[in-house]
């Protein structure tokens, strides 16, 4: 079988090799492809690897040969279900591979609002601490998290893992979750309706799947909700947050600062108006990016080819 890889790059930059598909066909291996360039590379594939390329009908039509698509993350948004479906094409995701990473990510975006430890940073070393007349200063208000509430929007696995670490720090941690699960045993935890989580929490953090319902669920109506003191952290999907309404509640005061490692369109465009929003910490989507995380994530795109190819596929979506 000819197992050709689309968009390689962000999964293995150098440090996670492609090793393990080698044994199971003829494999290739393309960094990065552009659209016009996806049917030229891939029109004798039986197998795709792909992040994120765009696989539509039309392209679909032009892969004669393709029998299994492996999609090497959790999202398979890129991928027309029903065309697969029609045309007798598996394709399989990768369900859970950066939880850790993730939930850790939620607290290094959170602490850095606390303290603004990179700022005060840069400050020592321009020379303000020699200056100083005082043994310490601080530029930004230093904001302890425990007593207050975690809202977790979202409690699968990730906000699950977000909501442990979030106990342990102290904090009372609150989730809003469409399908509510066993509750964790934390002390005052509890299921909330999305307006009270809105309401209640001092950190709102993002667990949840893109869905048409959702989409832009963090608009200027439950920004006003929020209090005005309140974080929003949004590891999770850009178009989750209508981001002008975002940068507008920043500006203005309606909530204290927000840490994202997610935007509406990726890589960031120069527009955007998050660039220039007040207290707002951004990051080119690396919540995911650990290489404990990327080697996980390589180990079940492994498993998932060698599960098909044996008549068995996994982690199948379609």
Known sequence: MKIVVLDGNTLNPGDNPWTG??????????????????VERGGDADILVINKIILSPEVLDKLP??????????????????????RGISVSNIPTYGTPSVAQFVFALLLELC????????????????RCPDFCFWNTPQIELMGKTMGILGFGRIGQNTGRIADALGMRVIAHEVF??????YDGFEFVSQDELFEQ?????????????????INSVNLERMKTNAFLINTARGPL??????????????????GLDVVQVEPMLEGNPLLQAKNCIITPHIAWATLSARSRLMGTVVDNVAAFQKGS??????
């Open 115 to 130: 303290h603004h430890v990179s700022l005060h940073d840069k400050l020592v070393k321009q020379g303000d601490w020699t």
């Open 21 to 38: 598909l080698e044994p199971l066909g003829d494999l290739e291996v393309y960094g990065t492809t552009d659209p016009d360039k996806v």
């Open 313 to 318: 596929p996994q982690n199948v979506v379609n």
């Open 201 to 217: 929490s001092d950190v709102i953090s993002m667990h949840c799947p893109l869905t048409p319902e959702n989409t832009g669920i």
């Open 180 to 185: 509510e699960a066993h509750a964790p045993d």
């Open 65 to 86: 040969n393709l029998k299994f698509v492996a999609v090497t993350a959790t999202g398979y948004n890129v991928v027309d279900l029903e065309a697969t479906r029609a």
């Open 241 to 258: 947050v209508v981001e002008q309404d975002l940068a507008d509640a920043l500006n203005n005061d309606v909530i204290a600062g927000a």
